[in-house]
Each structure stands twice: as C-alpha cells, then as structure tokens.
C-alpha cells in the first residue's frame, strides 16, 4: 500500500481534496517508530470526528480515525497527550473509504502479550 504525504512529511487524510495534488508524494506504507502527542480534534466531513497526532520531536503530522484512538488511551499509558514507553511506539498506516474517495491514517501497533517479554537468554553473570 502507498500512503499520500505532503512536502513537510505530513500523512494526508484525504488526498481526493487536497489543494495541490501534484505536490502529493506517494510513499510505501512502511511501520515506524515515534512518540506521538496528541495534537488536536477535528472533524471528518460527514463522518463524525478524527484526531491529529504530532511528532514529539519533528514537524510531521498523522490523522487517525477515533476508533485507532481509543484503542491507543486504552492500551497506554500517557501523560499530557504523549505516550509513555521506553521504547517509541510502533505505528503502521491505514487507509479506509470516505466520502468521495479515501481516508489515509495510522494506528497504534499493539504486540501481543508474549511478544512483550523479554528474549534474552544469555546466562546470568550472577556465579559466586
């Protein structure tokens, strides 16, 4: 899947009313890893609303629809619209119908309980 981002690196969400499609670049729609703040709500046209997401280090910026949002405040933990984790959080790329074409945005990749455990065997140093 290709996802649509503008000059600045920012996701698109619906790139059939974007202002300048010539400046769309077409992206393969690779996982990757950021700690995102919640920036903003704002409203999907004739389908209810969707939030922004902001890098907590970098200008870009990413839809996401509500659903992907709750899943996120229930699977995290946060504090003042950031994620906290050791390790930046994993987001993947989606794309679902809308009104009159598209709507791109990304989602929260949620490992499954055994994924989240460590896999280091090495042998303790712990010898006496």
């Not at 700690?35 to 280090?57: F, M, N, P, R, S």
């Amino acid at each position: 899947m290709q996802v649509p981002v503008d000059p600045s690196g920012n996701l698109i969400r619906h790139p059939h009313r974007y202002a300048h499609p010539d400046d769309i670049d077409w992206q393969e729609a690779e996982p990757f890893e950021a700690y995102l703040i919640l920036a903003d709500v704002t409203h999907a046209q004739g389908y209810g609303k969707y939030v922004i997401w902001k890098e907590a280090h970098g200008p870009r910026r990413f839809p996401m629809n509500t659903e992907h949002a709750f899943a996120v405040v229930k699977h995290t933990l946060m504090d003042h619209g950031t994620i906290i984790a050791d390790q930046p959080p994993t987001w993947t790329y989606t794309k679902a119908h809308a009104r009159g074409g598209e709507a791109y945005g990304i989602k929260l990749v949620r490992k499954r309980f055994l994924d989240q455990e460590s896999t280091d065997t090495s042998p303790e140093d712990n010898e006496e």
